[in-house]
C-alpha cells in the first residue's frame, strides 16, 4: 500500500487529534524548556529567584504528578467522554497560565504547578487514544509516526516563541502558551468528534471509584511480573538521566556557558536570524541551543528509526542510553557554547536511539491479553525517574555546580561581609557586589569560579547515572532475558 493511500484512510479526527497535539506540545515546551530558568533567575529579571533545590522539588514532584495521573485520568475520560475532558483540560491549562505570573512565592508556584500538571495529566491519555481508535493494523504504524512528528514540531515552534517573547516580559511565556492552547479551544468545538466507544455492552457502568479500584488492581497484577518490574526501574534511571535535559542543562548554559560564540559563528552565514535570535548582548538564549535536539528528531528520527531496525529493541536501547548519556553530559563540561551544540546533537542521537524503543519493546513482552496494561504501566519510570531527577538538579546541582552557592562559598572562605539574597538584593546584585569586593567584574568572577571549583564536574554526574542504566539494561539483557 502507497504512503498516499495510507494517509487517504485517516478521518478528519486523527489529524484534528494531531494538530490538537501539536498545539499543545508547542504551548508546553515553549513554558517547560525555560521553567528552571524562571524558578531560578535573578528576581529583577522578572524570575523568581528561588534556590536550585526549591527548582528541584517543583518540578520533579510536579512532573511525576503529571506521569502518574493519567492512571486516573484515562478512567475519567472512558466515564465521562473525550470531548468534556478536553474541555476541562484545555480550561485548566488557560486559567494555569495565565495565573503563573501572579504567583511569587514558592508554595503558590508548587500548587499552580501541580495544578498545570493535572491539566496535562488530562490531556495526555486522551489524544494518544484518539489517534488508537482512528487507525487500524494498516494504518497505525504511520499514524502514530505522524503523531509523534507532531509532538516535536512542537517542542521545536514552542521554544523559538518563548525565546523571542521572553526579551519583552517573563509573562509573556506564559501569555504566550496560553494563546496557543486557545486555538485547541477552537478545534476541539468545531472540529473534534467524540470516538466511537468499541465492544460497548449493556451491563451497567461501574462506579469511579471501582473504576480506579480495577486499573491499580491491573497494574499491581502487571507489577507482580518481576522481570517486567526490573525493566521499568532501570528505565526510571534512564529518564533520570534524560530529565536532567530541562531541569538541569538551561540552568547550565545561563549560569556558565559562552554562547557568544555560537552568535558570532551564526552572523556569518544568516545575520537577520542571529539578529532575531540572539540578545542585544551578542548571545544565544539557552533555549535556542536546547532546540537542537527537537529539531533534530524532526530532520532525522526516520532515518535514526530505520538504523535502529535491524537491532534488538533492547541493544538498540543499550547503544541509545550510552549515545544520549554522553551527550548531554558534554553538553554539561564546558563553556563553549558551539561544544555544546555539537554534544546536543550527539544526546539527540541517543535518544531517537532509545527513547521510542521503550515503548517498542514493551509493546512486544507485554502478554498478548495485557498489552494495553503493560503500555499504560510505561508512565511509571517516567514519574519515578521525574522525581529523582528534580533530586539530582536540585541538591546535587546545587552543590556542585550552582554559581550563586560556589560564590556564597567563596565570599565565606574569604570572610567578605554581604547582604543575604533577599528582599531587594537579588542574585544579580549579590554576584556583582561579590565581584567587586573581590576586586573582579562579574566574568572575571565566572571564570575564576570555573577554574577553582569545576562547576563542570556536574557532567560526571549526569554520565554516570546514563551508563549505570546502559550497564544494567545489558545486564539484564544478558542474564535475564536471554536466559530464560
Known amino acids: ?6 494517509l487517504k484512510k485517516y478521518p478528519a479526527n486523527f489529524w484534528v487529534a494531531n494538530a490538537m497535539e501539536l498545539f499543545e506540545r508547542w504551548a508546553w515546551y515553549g513554558f517547560y524548556i525555560v521553567f528552571a530558568l524562571y524558578l531560578t533567575n535573578s528576581t529583577d529579571t522578572g524570575a523568581l529567584g528561588f534556590s536550585q533545590s526549591q527548582k528541584g522539588l517543583i518540578m520533579g514532584i510536579g512532573t511525576a504528578f503529571l506521569y502518574l495521573l493519567p492512571i486516573f485520568t484515562g478512567t475519567l475520560a472512558d466515564r465521562f467522554g473525550y470531548r468534556k475532558t478536553l474541555f476541562i483540560a484545555y480550561t485548566i491549562y488557560t486559567i494555569v497560565f495565565l495565573l503563573i505570573p501572579i504567583f511569587k512565592s514558592y508554595a503558590t508556584v508548587f500548587a499552580i504547578y501541580l495544578l498545570l500538571a493535572v491539566g496535562a495529566a488530562l490531556f ?5 487514544a484518539t489517534v488508537a481508535k482512528t487507525t487500524d493494523k494498516e494504518t497505525s504504524s504511520i499514524g502514530f509516526g505522524i503523531f509523534y512528528l507532531m509532538v516535536n514540531i512542537g517542542a521545536f515552534i514552542g521554544p523559538f516563541v518563548t525565546g523571542f517573547v521572553r526579551k519583552f516580559s517573563w509573562d509573556y511565556v506564559f501569555y504566550s502558551s496560553a494563546a496557543v492552547i486557545a486555538v485547541n479551544f477552537i478545534l476541539l468545538t468545531l472540529f473534534y468528534k467524540e470516538p466511537v466507544q468499541n465492544n460497548v455492552t449493556k451491563e451497567p457502568k461501574s462506579t469511579f471509584g471501582q473504576q480506579i479500584k480495577l486499573a491499580f488492581g491491573n497494574i499491581l497484577q502487571a507489577l507482580l511480573d518481576w522481570r517486567f518490574s526490573l525493566f521499568l526501574l532501570i528505565i526510571s534511571i534512564f529518564w533520570t538521566m534524560f530529565y536532567q535535559f530541562y531541569m538541569s542543562l538551561p540552568v547550565f548554559i545561563d549560569q556558565w556557558v559562552n554562547t557568544s560564540v555560537v ?11 542571529t539578529h532575531q535570535l540572539g540578545t542585544t548582548q551578542g548571545t544565544i538564549p539557552a533555549e535556542y541551543l536546547m532546540n537542537v535536539d527537537a529539531g533534530s528528531i524532526i530532520l532525522f528520527q526516520i532515518l535514526i528509526s530505520y538504523l535502529a531496525m535491524r537491532y534488538k529493541p533492547l541493544s538498540a536501547m543499550v547503544v541509545g542510553i550510552l549515545i544520549a548519556s ?3 553530559g558534554l553538553s554539561l563540561a564546558t563553556q563553549n557554547g558551539l561544544f555544546v551544540v555539537v554534544a546536543l546533537l550527539i544526546f539527540s542521537v541517543g535518544e531517537m536511539s532509545s527513547s521510542p524503543k521503550i515503548t517498542e519493546y514493551i509493546g512486544r513482552i507485554a502478554p498478548p491479553d495485557k498489552t494495553a496494561l503493560y503500555m499504560g504501566c510505561s508512565f511509571i519510570p517516567v514519574a519515578v525517574g521525574s522525581l529523582m531527577a528534580g533530586l539530582v538538579s536540585g541538591n546535587v546541582y546545587q552543590n556542585i555546580s550552582d554559581k550563586i552557592m560556589l560564590t556564597q562559598k567563596e ?12 528582599g531587594h538584593f537579588t542574585k544579580n546584585d549579590y554576584f556583582s557586589s561579590a565581584a567587586t569586593k573581590m576586586n573582579m567584574n562579574p566574568d572575571q568572577l565566572t571564570q575564576f569560579l570555573w577554574d577553582k571549583y569545576h562547576p563542570s564536574s556536574f557532567w560526571l554526574v549526569v554520565v554516570g547515572i546514563g551508563v549505570t542504566a ?4 545489558f545486564l539484564y539483557d544478558q542474564f535475564i532475558i536471554r536466559k530464560r
Open 124 to 128: 495526555k491519555p486522551i489524544i494518544s
Open 470 to 473: 546502559s550497564a544494567l539494561l
Open 326 to 328: 554522553i551527550g548531554l
Open 1 to 6: 500500500m502507497s504512503l498516499i493511500s495510507v
Open 411 to 422: 565570599i565565606t572562605l574569604r570572610g567578605i561581609q554581604l547582604p543575604a539574597i533577599e
Open 263 to 273: 552568535y558570532d559563528a551564526l552572523i556569518r552565514f544568516w545575520p537577520w536570524l
